[in-house]
């Protein structure tokens, strides 16, 4: 009876790994895919010393080589596989089938030979899910004779990551199978602390919002309730920072901006503008901070709190 073959015990891996490149996101096929656990909604803990939400402190390039070794050693390969050096590997498969375009990336890669067709070892990896991962993907690059590759996601992710992937992609060579896997880890960078909105310190936040459809026109609102203030605060300070990710957006109809007004002189204003894309730009005394990614939720309370919707004319 055939065993399977863990990427942990191959022999030679750790030669493999120790030449393994990890780079930022370069050139090839851009795409930003939803993250495997949405944390945005989720009830925000603290920081210990810091007084901020656990989330804004972010993840780091530690955490996210942690989780890239964690996805190449649950890779499960067909019995004979063995780890060969990049020099031998034909164009095809000298670069993933697919790049996460991401300020915050980690990518490390192995590659393997197979004594098995190029179908039978897509099917074989297709089968034996790697523990702890869920299939997210399947697809072909350069035409009917390029790499065929499956995808695989983590069901959980450490907090401070943002995304995690396994590519695993195969290339008929001869009578054997080449392959490629991917670990691909994005991780969120540390907010500042200038950025993180105090309810208490503000006497008032001004709401703006520029609608361009069916015709341009700004409505503002100047909010003082304090349960008002506090959902808006609440909405901003529990988003992580922006990975630095590419969007693929629809027409945005509207632009919105929150400026907290502070109570008491020496206090710094604080501004957040959603776009509409899933980022949210703020500034700090007019300095801007790190940007954030989310702002659904902020953006749907702008609506309730001014009355109006983009696809809706304004009050009159």
Do not use: K
């Amino acid at each position: 009876m055939e065993q399977a073959v863990r990427l942990g015990p191959v022999p030679g891996l750790l030669a493999v790994l120790a030449a393994v490149a990890l780079a930022a996101a370069g050139c090839g096929t851009a795409r930003q895919s939803a993250p495997v656990r949405a944390r945005s909604g989720s009830v925000p803990t603290r920081s210990a010393g810091t007084g901020l939400p656990a989330g804004a402190a972010g993840g780091s390039r530690g955490v996210a080589e942690q989780m890239s070794r964690r996805l190449l050693r649950h890779l499960v390969l067909p019995p004979g596989a063995g780890p060969i050096g990049s020099r031998r590997v034909p164009g095809l498969l000298r670069h993933p089938p697919e790049i996460i375009e991401s300020g915050h990336l980690l990518q490390r890669h192995a590659i393997f030979t197979v004594p098995r067709t190029a179908g039978w070892t897509l099917r074989y990896v297709g089968a034996h899910v790697p523990r702890g991962l869920t299939q997210t993907g399947t697809g072909q690059t350069s035409g009917p004779a390029g790499p065929r590759y499956v995808i695989w996601s983590p069901r959980h992710l450490p907090r401070g990551l943002y995304q995690a992937e396994l590519l695993v992609s195969v290339l008929a060579a001869g009578p054997r199978t080449l392959v490629r896997a991917d670990a691909q880890v994005v991780w969120y960078p540390p907010r500042s602390a200038a950025e993180y909105i105090r309810p208490a310190r503000f006497s008032s936040a001004r709401l703006s919002v520029t609608v361009i459809n069916p015709h341009t026109r700004t409505v503002r609102r100047v909010i003082t309730s304090r349960a008002a203030i506090a959902a808006l605060a609440r909405s901003l300070n529990r988003l992580p920072a922006d990975p630095g990710l590419v969007y693929h957006c629809p027409a945005i109809l509207a632009g919105y901006r929150i400026t907290f007004v502070p109570a008491a002189a020496g206090q710094v204003p604080v501004a957040a503008a959603p776009d509409g894309c899933n980022g949210v730009s703020m500034t700090a005394a007019g300095t801007p901070q790190p940007g954030l990614v989310g702002g659904g939720a902020t953006i749907a309370l702008i609506h309730r709190l001014t009355g109006v919707h983009p696809s809706l004319r304004a009050p009159a």
